[in-house]
């Protein structure tokens, strides 16, 4: 089944659109239903849904800006736009995202199943369900060289590289003459010993997935190593970090979605004029521990795993404690400032404070609005936009949320 997550504040057409989908007979299961774009975006975090279904005129952030945010996280989901207003408006600015299609409400059983159908196409190619299990196969046992194979695991074991092996290297069709290097391992978090046709089925869709995240922005070579995947990215310029992780990113994804077995990755520094490729297989090895401390289905990074979890810690929480007034703070842009992965972040959050991004802000701005509003002369308004807030009403949203009484309540009982 694959996940769906409804963002419709108006109850009455979401419980609508729960009945509307669970008659559509279509592979979809509803995760998480929520009313503002605020909560929707810190919710998704968690989810990781493979569709969300959202209205355009949602509370505090709409649609189209939540579709934005979430692409910029999960950049494979798929997105259906709940709307009154002209396509045509959206059209273009939602071309980008993902965008399945439109919805108009009042929403029929017909339109919504037409649109759930095409989703649930589009994610089946994605992620290579079983309808691609022969092509897979034959994938597997023609494109598999054992000389190949083994040229490359001598290669990982090696702090340098001589001219005779090179040379052969070259008469294996095995190019090397690169000036940047990383070592990734591919690694299922559960072995299913039980089942080798089904790993090796899993791992070769992880090789074609390579082939094809990677296709016109690294060259790599891919051969197996003590039953994990190994990968050996070469460039003659130096590689984007973070475009990198971020094509691992969707590979974990896809093939977890295909194989069900959650895979996790580690990557090695990147080397400049350096053929130490046995230090590289260490480094990312290393990197992949790092999952027992922040669990699987992810990517480590072994520049930022080989550090102290505390440090890292640290400097995520100092940035938001400094900087969770500025009204452009984002998830993003706390992921850049820091230089860790967005989920890398989400993780960390979860595992050692059991808070997310934006439930960590909002408390921090909370915890100063009850200190500004036992100042009797600063106007409400004022408060939301010192805390950075651009909107009033969602500052009293969230106030009240948080506290369980707006905040002029909370200020004449505390003035009492």
Do not use: W
Request: some cysteine.
């Amino acid at each position: 089944m694959y996940k769906l997550v409804i963002v419709e504040d108006e109850c009455d057409v979401r419980k609508r659109l729960v009945g509307l989908i669970e008659k559509s007979g279509c592979n979809f299961e509803i995760v998480s239903e929520y009313e503002t774009g605020i909560d929707a975006y810190d919710g998704i975090i968690s989810d990781n849904p493979d569709l969300i279904l959202t209205d355009i005129k949602i509370p505090y952030i709409n649609g189209i800006e939540l579709s934005k945010m979430v692409r910029e996280i999960y950049p494979l989901v798929k997105i259906i736009i709940i709307t009154g207003y002209s396509e045509f408006d959206y059209a273009k600015e939602a071309a980008n995202l993902g965008v399945i299609g439109f919805v108009s409400k009042p929403i029929t059983l017909e339109n919504i199943q037409d649109l759930l159908k095409k989703a649930e196409v589009s994610l089946d190619k994605e992620f290579l369900t079983v309808k691609n299990l022969d092509r897979l196969s034959e994938f597997y046992h023609s494109n598999l060289s054992t000389v190949r194979e083994k040229e490359l695991y001598s290669l990982s074991k090696m702090t340098e590289v001589t001219p005779a092996f090179e040379e052969r290297l070259h008469n294996g069709n095995i190019n090397i003459n690169y000036s940047y290097f990383a070592i990734c391992i591919f690694d299922f978090d559960e072995q299913p010993d039980s089942e080798p046709e089904r790993h090796d089925l899993a791992f070769s869709s992880m090789r074609i997935l390579i082939d094809e995240e990677f296709a016109g922005l690294f060259d790599c070579d891919i051969f197996s190593r003590n039953e994990k995947l190994c990968l050996i990215i070469k460039s003659s310029t130096e590689p984007d970090i973070r475009e990198l992780e971020l094509c691992i990113e969707r590979i974990i994804q896809r093939t977890g979605r295909f194989s069900e077995m959650p895979v996790s990755a580690g990557l090695s520094k990147i080397y400049h004029n350096n053929r130490n490729f046995f230090a590289m297989v260490k480094e990312a090895n290393r990197a992949l521990e790092y999952r027992s401390v922040m669990g699987g289905g992810k990517v480590f990074l072994y520049e930022i795993s080989a550090d102290n979890v505390e440090r890292n810690l640290r400097l995520v929480t100092s940035y938001m404690e400094e900087h969770y007034c500025d009204p452009d703070i984002s998830f993003e842009s706390l992921a850049r400032e820091v230089n860790f992965s967005v989920s890398y972040i989400s993780a960390l959050l979860k595992k050692k404070l059991n808070t997310s991004f934006v439930k960590m802000l909002t408390d921090l701005r909370m915890k100063k609005a009850k200190e500004l509003l036992s100042n009797p002369s600063l106007k409400i308004i004022d408060i939301a936009e010192q805390l950075g807030y651009n909107d009033a009403y969602y500052f009293s949203h969230c106030f009240k949320k948080k506290v369980g009484v707006p905040p002029k309540e909370f200020r004449n009982e505390q003035n009492k």
